[in-house]
């Protein structure tokens, strides 16, 4: 096994939706059985000042397609971030997970040596793409995801950590 | 740049280790300012039959020695669990700091095609080194970096995700 662009991207990307998935299923199961109403949860937030549970999955899913699209040069699709019920957040997972699975290994072969032009505070930027990758791609998407994790977590949702590694 | 198993490990560590001490030292200032005991943000929790901040930064400095020992097969240094006071943390994160420094690209390098052995629900089980950092160990690492930021976040300390990505 070598490592790869690929690597470090799709199959955690990929693992990870699915997970929060199962996240947002077992939310859905508990909403019904406490009789929370669908759109509480998805607007809950761990502070007034934060933002809440759609946010954190909206920014996942927006990070992994425009994290894809700058390595490979394609045009990310655009979501509109209008998702009031865990169904919808559900629903934007799935489409998510559906723009991961069209980058093969192929496709992501060469973008190591890439740089990337990126906004930093309003400028543009030229960022090597491994650095962009490991040091703010992926932690901004493991920090909405534990975002969402937590903000369900908070509210009594029955999870733990294996939910969030999925194993 | 190439990548390698030292790019997605000791760089990124090293960032995220140093951005949560930023954030515990807005969190001591901003505790001196509303005259918080030490000890109660280091055992505060998002829910009841979660960790405290305390555990989180235990946890994110444990799975980073133990990841680069693993890959090295280095014995990792011992850490006693005893911090009580958000300058304890910040001695745990320096003494972390300190250990992933000793780490070069040539003591990772050829890591990349190691099998690991871990306890997986007790049984001693092989997994492909890259596969291990990739789908488990850095996810974890930021499951508790952003589980102790959110722990700070709900109780009232000025961060936000700047803080995180420390950019």
Known sequence: MSLSMYAITVPVFTRYLNNLDAILVKAEANAAERKIKPEVLVSSR??????????????????????????????????????????????????????????????????????????????????????HVTLNAVPQIFFHITSAYAILRHNGVPIGKRDFTGG
């Open 46 to 131: 761990l502070a007034p000042d934060m933002h809440p549970l759609s946010f954190q999955v909206q920014s996942t899913t927006d990070r992994i397609k425009f994290t894809l699209a700058r390595l490979t040069g394609r045009t990310p699709p655009s979501w509109e971030d209008n998702e009031t019920s865990l169904a919808d957040l559900r629903a934007r997972l799935k489409k998510a997970l559906e723009f991961v699975a069209t980058f093969s290994e192929a496709d992501l072969a060469g973008s190591e040596a890439k740089m990337l032009t990126l906004k930093v505070r309003g400028e543009d930027t030229q960022v090597p793409a491994i650095e």
